[in-house]
């Protein structure tokens, strides 16, 4: 097969979807790699390493998307859509949830679109969304520490508290929502600074698993909207970590509940990729990271993981090239028939969407789309 690596356009992505390690082992499978000139330099990965894995570099995204699979990192960007056509394959995160007019688009062109974060073993394990959504959770508390301060470089100054407790003054409190991969590895980071961390989580087999292992600083509970209330006004940092996958986000905070917390704490709602946990959530960018809603700093980056890119691409991609190579080896036919847990990551194909949470979040939200497929 001939797989493309475009370098990803995204604000302020720095990451790639395949080392030249990966190239190596594809290429040495018989398959054809192609990678835009500059795909992998931020992430330490230069052109001339792509050549000597066997890899050829091509000078313009075009060349790296006409390919039969195209991997990426992040959802095609609106000047990405010229790219889409029917004998595609597009192996990438997508979050369709968030972004009904790409699904629209992706339908219209007919691509087989696969999304890391619908692939889902038997187990309901996300292998592909599990090592960002570490690198996230530990992205996020650093991000929240940061604008904690009262001089953080923003417009906006911080409470002005530092995690630990030093002497008589009491650590910093973290509180966060959904005690999976994000939110057990931003408790972990957040205890490792010297905070007091109260996880809220929906899941009893979770709790109950994670009160037996956590960290003395960590209290795991479960999830109320009374409980989540009563926290606010001690929590300093409010970390959004919940997922119902392929779902939108469940809003659990009005903008009234937030005035519950003190002015100057932050909220990193690190779902903002699944649409948010709160009514202010909205989307932000490494350009502008954060914005102020009732007092409370809100950082809600969607693509966290981007600031640690060395991190983010060796972690990525260690779990996403097992799978390129099925893809690469079956094709999309051999997936559907012989590979359960990546055929459930197949969000649109020849016009449908065939993930049943992807349709039925999306359902009655494609619109227009014709319209402006013939206008691009
Ligand atoms: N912004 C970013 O850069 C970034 C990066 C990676 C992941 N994410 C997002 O972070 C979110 C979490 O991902 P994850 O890998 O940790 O998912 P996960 O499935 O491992 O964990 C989510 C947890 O939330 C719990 N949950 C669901 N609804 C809840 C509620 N109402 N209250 C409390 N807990 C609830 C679930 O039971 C589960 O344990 C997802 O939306 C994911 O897309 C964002």
């Not at 960590?218 to 926290?231: C, K, P």
């Not at 409370?296 to 260690?318: G, K, M, R, Y």
Request: hydrophobic share 45%; glycine share 10%; charged share 15%.
């Amino acid at each position: 097969m001939r797989i493309g690596v475009p370098k990803e356009i995204k604000n302020h992505e720095h990451r790639v979807a395949l080392t030249p390690a990966g190239a190596v082992l594809l290429i040495s499978a018989g398959h054809q790699v192609v990678v835009q000139s500059k795909a992998g330099a931020d992430s330490g990965f230069s052109d001339a390493a792509y050549e000597q894995a066997g890899a050829l570099v091509v000078p313009d995204a075009h060349q790296a998307w006409s390919q039969d699979l195209v991997v990426k990192v992040k959802e095609p960007q609106l000047s990405e859509y010229i790219f889409l056509r029917p004998e595609l394959t597009l192996f990438t995160y997508l979050h369709l949830a968030a972004f009904p007019e790409l699904a629209g688009e992706l339908l219209v062109k007919k691509v087989c679109a696969i999304g890391y974060e619908t692939v889902q073993t038997d187990a309901g394990v996300l292998p592909l969304l599990k090592p960002m959504s570490e690198v996230a959770g530990r992205v996020a508390v650093q991000m929240g520490v940061y604008f904690l301060q009262k001089e953080n470089g923003s417009a906006f100054p911080g409470k002005g508290c530092l995690p630990a407790g030093i002497g008589g003054a009491p650590p910093m409190h973290a509180v966060i929502v959904g005690a999976g991969n994000v939110g057990m590895n931003a408790a972990d980071a957040a205890a490792g600074l010297g905070a007091r961390v109260t996880l809220l989580e929906t899941n009893e087999s979770r709790i109950r698993q994670l009160q037996r292992e956590t960290h003395e600083n960590i209290t795991v509970v479960h999830f109320s909207h009374d409980g989540f209330y009563a926290l606010l006004p001690t929590c300093d940092l409010l970390v959004g970590a919940t997922l119902i996958p392929g779902k939108h986000a469940a809003q659990l905070l009005n903008r009234s509940d937030l005035r519950l917390m003190q002015p100057g704490s932050v909220f990193v709602d690190v779902s903002i990729d699944q649409g948010g946990i709160s009514e202010t959530s909205r989307a932000t960018s490494y350009d502008d990271p954060v914005y102020v809603e009732e007092g409370v700093i809100h950082c809600c980056l969607p693509n966290l993981p981007a600031a640690v890119p060395q991190t983010s691409t060796s972690a990525l991609t260690e779990a996403t090239l097992p799978y390129i190579q099925t893809v690469a080896a079956h094709g999309v036919a051999g997936v559907l028939r012989d590979f359960p847990a990546l055929a459930r990551g197949i969000n649109t194909l020849a016009g449908e969407i065939i993930n049943p949470a992807v349709a039925s979040t999306l359902a009655g939200k494609i619109q227009g789309t014709a319209e402006k497929t013939t206008s691009l």
